[in-house]
């Protein structure tokens, strides 16, 4: 039994450091350890990159950073 404690101790304490070391460079409010590898090549409507999901059009940049949808290609089975 104390050996479980123990164990339980240790990955709570794991946790907590991980999420303190992954917050620290991120504000606040916009910290999601579970979206870490979102796609950062969005941009903003004055063609920069967006800092924060809010700021982002819904399409990625293009190559003069502007915002540009995403072609819709219908599959068709035959």
Known sequence: MKSFIVFSAVVVAVIVVRAAHLRGDEPVDEFRPFDLRE????????????????DCCSAACSSDNK??????????FG
Request: hydrophobic share 10%; with cysteine; glycine share 4%.
């Open 39 to 54: 796609d950062k090549k969005k941009c903003n409507e004055n063609g920069q990159k967006c800092k924060f999901s809010w």
């Open 67 to 76: 915002c540009e949808e995403p072609e819709h290609k219908h599959l068709h």
